[in-house]
């Protein structure tokens, strides 16, 4: 119990509950306290911190904490009216216990106790480069189950005498194997022999996936590998489609629409931060902005945060079905806020400004996962973002919207732009109709490609052509 105590802290609401020099609510400080300084008051609570509008109140923070602990404080999101404060569970990034990261918390202690380094084995050249290659972790998951065949192919499932026929049922030929069903059967070597490296690529038999790889990473660039994965990926979300019974798409279909994800990637990895999506479901593989359905409105979010942190922007844009814009707006944010609080923190902006100006019918849009996931979950969020999730979720409600929605980021650049303005700059900013150029060129940019391309949203939309542009 102990052990539990160790990892609880408490989530500042309104901060009435929360004694500042006695209480755990500081991450990434000394038992989560405040140290304690000759002649303060020991009994001061956290809401003595915080001014009416609900900001951290700077004169006051930095007479009381170390450098250190103001910059872990101002790490913390607050909201107007937090309401109750509440005790969470420090050591998982949701804010829920889960036994795995008691289990981590219980195995760093004995480390520590016995000064010794984790004893986890070092990773094969293979696993490291791997690693280091800055891919969606769906994709590096994708991979380790293909090299190490915790993957529902025919053969694998043969051996375990699931089926009696381990034949690939694309092609006939040969057994599916990973690397059969995602790179060697003829079908996916249509998709892959679209891109411009493919003749780099040795042409040979291989024992399994990993020999494969590891051949293509001796022979490729390291973005050549990245699209090399996404189409292997690709390949393989198409042969699980066919297998449910999809109709088959053409190679050059399927290759676009790797080539889009992989441009998203390669605009992610120049980016100050952030993750791509950790669960294929959450995600909607567009390379492109598309606008909303006819008489609706998108409203598409983004926070930057500068690579020294103290810099926080967060920008939102609203636009039409013909793609026009209707109202942008950028903030600069107090704070050293993480990106993902950033994040939360603009869609929350971005509605209560729909609340006010009476728009209905919104699809709202962000290509942070993570926030896509908190706000549609449907367990309370005990993250110290949990308030910030539950007052988008009551807006949600009040505007009768479902959800919010993650789109990768070069679908998304026109708020990614407002917020890196704004992040630069200072103070607040609004367009309404027509904005500086440079917002007008992204939005030109986000435009129909032809007339001829249906642009509406729609449940065919993504299985038509048009995602070959984003490069
Ligand atoms: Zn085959």
């Excluded at 926070?303 to 844009?317: E, K, L």
Aim: with cysteine; net charge neutral.
């Amino acid at each position: 119990m102990e052990l539990l105590k160790q990892g609880l802290r408490w989530r500042v609401g309104n901060g009435s509950d929360i004694r500042v020099f006695i209480d755990p609510w500081v991450p990434d400080v000394e038992g989560f306290r405040v140290s304690y300084k000759d002649g303060m008051n020991m009994s001061m609570l956290v809401s003595e911190l915080i001014t009416a509008n609900g900001e951290w109140n700077m004169n006051r923070l930095e007479q009381v904490g170390s450098v250190q602990e103001v910059e872990a404080i101002l790490g913390l999101p607050i909201v107007h009216n937090g309401g109750c404060d509440k005790l969470i569970w420090n050591q998982n990034k949701h804010g829920t216990y889960s036994v795995k990261s008691g289990y981590w918390l219980a195995l760093k202690e004995r480390r520590e106790r016995r000064g010794v380094q984790g004893a986890i084995p070092a990773p094969t050249d293979y696993w490291r480069h791997l690693w280091k290659l800055k891919i969606p972790p769906k994709m590096s998951h994708f991979l380790w189950r293909c090299s190490t065949g915790y993957m529902p192919c025919k053969s694998a499932l043969f051996l375990r005498r699931i089926i009696t026929d381990p034949t690939c049922s694309r092609c006939q030929q040969s057994s599916e194997t990973p690397l059969h069903a995602t790179g060697l059967c003829p079908v996916s070597v249509a998709v892959l022999e679209k891109a411009s490296f493919y003749t780099k690529l040795s042409q040979g038999t291989w024992d399994n996936f990993s020999s494969f790889l590891e051949d293509a990473m001796r022979q490729l660039t390291v973005d050549e590998i990245k699209l090399l994965v996404v189409l292997l990926w690709c390949n393989w979300k198409e042969r699980n489609a066919v297998q449910f019974g999809e109709v088959a798409r053409p190679a050059q279909v399927i290759y676009d629409i790797g080539a889009s994800i992989w441009g998203g990637i390669i605009q992610e990895s120049n980016h100050n931060y952030g993750q791509l999506g950790m669960h294929a479901n959450d995600v909607e593989d567009r390379g492109r902005w598309v606008p909303p359905m006819h008489g609706s409105l998108k409203l598409n979010c983004d926070a930057s945060v500068m690579a020294n942190g103290g810099q926080v922007g967060i920008g939102w844009i609203c636009r039409n079905s013909e793609g026009r814009l209707v109202e942008a707006m950028g903030e600069r944010i107090l704070g050293r806020l993480k990106p993902r609080a950033a994040e939360l923190l603009c869609v929350l902006k971005g509605l209560e400004w729909a609340v006010m100006r009476g728009w209905s019918d919104l699809r709202v849009e962000t290509d942070c996962l993570e926030a896509v996931r908190l706000v549609n979950g449907c367990e309370e969020c005990l993250a110290d973002e949990g308030l910030i999730v539950e007052r988008i979720r009551m807006l949600l409600g009040a505007l009768e919207i479902q959800g919010i929605h993650h789109v990768v980021r070069v679908a998304n650049m026109a708020a990614h732009e407002v917020a890196g303005f704004v992040a630069r700059g200072n103070g607040r900013y609004s367009w309404l109709g027509v904005g500086p150029s440079w917002l007008m060129d992204v939005i030109d940019n986000d435009g129909p490609i032809t007339s001829s391309v249906r642009r509406e949203e729609s449940g065919e939309f993504l299985s038509t052509t048009g995602h070959s542009r984003s490069l």
